[in-house]
């Protein structure tokens, strides 16, 4: 059986990368006595796989973990027994079984994300924000109007330059926050923090003038029963549902 897990982070553990997240798990599966199932070979692992690592620095309420299981368990019984051995910072917040196959896996299907922006007071500390300026708020429908807006991004080797117009689906700003709707994924990952500094430079800001904080609110995969190509022509990420509500709760 294989089962996902969503879990939030938050706190001082923003700060660990996304190999210690790993490590992480593979102690809390141990300690909470989850029956994983391994890989064979003479260095047997366990097997599981993260849906869209989370960047140091970035909070969340919505990441994904899927596992495979040697025998099936209770969803709410597991999350408790998960949360109980849990440090302060990372709480697992549902359980459930998911379909069988590779191509359902969270690393294939992954195709967006949402994500709260805040200004800080200080880059000292994410408590203290700011309310978004006034002017800034003012350009965002100017920004979006662009046919094109090209950054470079940088690659494993080098740079390109990227429009990644195609990638916005949706960006709001409100009094306290702007929240953004982004692709994620295999195919097209666009990362907030590339996002803002686009936007900053558009509206003639210097980034380091605007300490930000962002939160991924949830990830999103395409909703199987609408086509892939009905999907592509969507602009606003209509379609798209979360990775938790493809899967089912287990019960006892």
Same mark, same amino acid.
């Given at each position: 059986?294989? /089962?996902?897990?969503?879990?939030?982070?938050?706190?001082?553990?923003?700060?660990?990368?996304?190999?210690?997240?790993?490590?992480?798990?593979?102690?809390?599966?141990?300690?909470?006595?989850?029956?994983? /199932?391994?890989?064979?070979?003479?260095?047997?692992?366990?097997?599981?796989s993260?849906?869209?690592?989370?960047?140091?620095?970035?909070?969340?309420?919505?990441?994904?973990?899927?596992?495979?299981l040697?025998?099936?368990?209770?969803?709410?019984?597991?999350?408790?027994?998960?949360?109980?051995?849990?440090?302060?910072?990372?709480?697992?917040?549902?359980?459930?079984?998911?379909?069988?196959?590779?191509?359902?896996s969270?690393m294939?299907?992954?195709?967006?994300?949402?994500?709260?922006?805040?200004?800080?007071?200080?880059g000292?500390?994410?408590?203290?924000?700011c309310?978004?300026?006034e002017?800034?708020?003012?350009q965002?429908?100017?920004?979006?109007?662009?046919?094109?807006? %090209?950054?470079?991004?940088?690659?494993?080797r080098?740079? %390109?330059?990227?429009?990644?117009?195609?990638?916005?689906?949706?960006?709001? /700003?409100?009094?306290?926050?702007?929240?953004?709707?982004?692709?994620?994924?295999?195919?097209?990952?666009?990362?907030?923090?590339?996002?803002?500094?686009?936007?900053?430079?558009?509206?003639? %800001?210097? %980034?380091? /003038?605007?300490?930000?904080?962002?939160?991924?609110?949830?990830?999103?995969?395409?909703?199987?029963?609408?086509?892939?190509?009905?999907?592509?022509?969507?602009k606003?990420?209509?379609?798209?549902?979360?990775?938790?509500?493809?899967?089912?709760?287990?019960?006892?």
């Amino acid at each position: 059986m294989k /089962a996902r897990i969503k879990f939030c982070k938050y706190g001082s553990l923003r700060f660990i990368g996304h190999l210690d997240v790993m490590r992480y798990f593979q102690k809390v599966m141990r300690r909470a006595d989850i029956p994983i /199932a391994f890989t064979g070979g003479y260095s047997p692992h366990m097997i599981m796989s993260f849906a869209q690592p989370l960047g140091v620095g970035v909070t969340s309420s919505g990441e994904y973990l899927d596992i495979e299981l040697t025998k099936p368990v209770a969803s709410k019984q597991t999350v408790a027994q998960m949360n109980a051995v849990m440090a302060e910072g990372i709480e697992v917040v549902s359980f459930v079984k998911i379909p069988e196959e590779k191509k359902y896996s969270g690393m294939t299907i992954t195709a967006a994300a949402d994500y709260r922006v805040t200004f800080l007071a200080s880059g000292r500390s994410a408590e203290k924000i700011c309310p978004v300026p006034e002017d800034l708020k003012e350009q965002v429908k100017a920004f979006l109007a662009q046919p094109k807006i %090209k950054v470079l991004k940088a690659t494993k080797r080098s740079e %390109k330059e990227v429009d990644i117009r195609p990638m916005i689906y949706a960006m709001e /700003a409100g009094d306290e926050d702007i929240r953004l709707f982004l692709a994620a994924g295999s195919e097209n990952n666009l990362k907030p923090d590339l996002l803002m500094e686009a936007f900053l430079g558009f509206c003639g %800001k210097e %980034k380091e /003038a605007y300490p930000l904080h962002f939160h991924r609110m949830d990830v999103y995969a395409r909703n199987p029963a609408i086509p892939a190509d009905a999907m592509e022509r969507n602009k606003k990420g209509v379609g798209l549902v979360t990775l938790e509500s493809l899967g089912k709760e287990i019960t006892g």
